[in-house]
């Protein structure tokens, strides 16, 4: 059917489902790369640096990403609208927030998981091997760790895509997410709830959508999870 206006309906779910699909790469990405360099430095040097970035991990996770996203929204609304570069504007305040925040604060549990394995890896011989020819902190790091740590990297990032997709519809829904006239899953739950009586469907095909993508991520996850786990194979 049609929404309001009298635009395909069935269009606009696809645009909005390639517009969060988006957002959820784009956001793994950003936490793929963050959590990386912060979690290998982390668990390479240990001791005291190990301590102090920990610590800094326990406050961001201690931040409120909902209250953040609202407080930058209103911050750059102002700067958004006067800059000039046509993408950032068409992405609008709400989706610029949104890539702040992962940025800021959901590269976390990236970072633990890879400061754990590089914990346990630098302790093997061919690490000490490399040491022992004068390869740098950063060579052993990229050549040696990060490699040995990419099943847990791909599992993790699998599972924040559907994270950052569910995120970003929440906040479309409340309206502090993706700009009008871009359309999202989010968003378009969040215009049909004027008309859910005499039109449901205009409800059911964007929560609907945000369900099987959620749910396949998650399950892709899993099945990663296992793959990538002798123990589990069986």
């Not at 950032?88 to 976390?108: Q, T």
């Not at 993790?156 to 929440?170: D, K, V």
């Not at 006239?181 to 449901?200: D, H, K, N, Q, T």
């Amino acid at each position: 059917g049609t929404d309001s206006l009298g635009r395909d309906y069935a269009s606009r779910v696809i645009y909005g489902t390639r517009i969060s699909l988006l957002v959820g790469f784009v956001s793994a990405i950003i936490v793929v790369i963050i959590g990386i360099i912060y979690g290998s430095v982390s668990g390479y040097f240990g001791g005291k640096v190990d301590m102090i970035m920990m610590r800094i991990v326990d406050v961001i996770y201690a931040l409120p990403d909902v209250l953040i996203v609202i407080l930058l929204s209103v911050a750059i609304k102002d700067l958004i609208s006067a800059s000039k570069n046509a993408l950032i504007v068409r992405m609008g305040a709400g989706m610029v927030s949104i890539f702040i925040v992962f940025g800021l604060l959901y590269w976390v549990g990236m970072a633990r998981q890879v400061r754990g394995q590089i914990l346990s890896i630098k302790e093997q011989e061919y690490v000490l091997a490399s040491r022992s020819i004068g390869a740098s902190p950063a060579r052993i790091i990229r050549k040696h760790m990060i490699p040995n740590c990419v099943s847990v990297i791909i599992i993790t990032a699998a599972m924040q895509i559907p994270s950052a997709i569910f995120t970003e519809s929440f906040l479309s829904f409340l309206g502090l997410g993706v700009s009008i006239p871009m359309p999202s899953l989010g968003s378009l739950a969040s215009e049909a709830r004027s008309g859910l009586v005499s039109y449901p469907y205009l409800l059911i095909w964007p929560a609907l959508s945000i369900f099987l993508i959620v749910l396949s991520f998650n399950l892709l996850g899993n099945g990663l999870r296992d793959a990538f786990d002798p123990k589990l194979r069986a």
